[in-house]
């Protein structure tokens, strides 16, 4: 069974970083397409961003050029660094992985729990 543990939220402030972690465990991370998305109140759960197996990437347009997905196969870890945060970031951001390429959340099969991330004005 595959599970998936975030870390790295916390509050910032306007114009800060934050580097959220997915540490993948029960399986080898690199077989997956990883992905993030959020989910701020009262809306639904967004993608944010992707990376496939072969490394490629993929973007919402509000994480374009601010926010870089990563992965480290040898640590079964997926990254998402956050630069340039806005108060409209602040959300709940899971971790998910899909034997499939694709950004849309019921094409992930494994979701983390969540890391609450929270920007200040």
């Known amino acids: 069974q595959v599970q998936l543990v975030e870390s790295g939220g916390g509050l910032v402030q306007a114009g800060g970083s934050l580097r959220l972690s997915c540490a993948v465990s029960?399986?080898?991370?690199?077989?997956?397409?990883m992905g993030w998305f959020r989910r701020a109140p009262g809306k639904e759960r967004e993608f944010v961003a992707a990376?496939?197996?072969?490394?490629?990437?993929s973007y919402a347009d509000s994480a374009k050029g601010r926010f870089t997905i990563s992965r480290d196969n040898a640590r079964n870890t997926v990254y998402l660094q956050m630069n340039s945060l806005k108060p409209e970031d602040t959300a709940v951001y899971y971790c998910a992985a899909a034997g499939t390429v694709g950004e849309r959340k019921g094409q992930y099969d494994y979701w983390g729990q969540g890391t609450q991330v929270t920007v200040s004005s």
């Open positions: 990376i496939w197996s072969g490394g490629y990437t």
């Open positions: 029960g399986s080898t991370s690199s077989r997956y397409t």
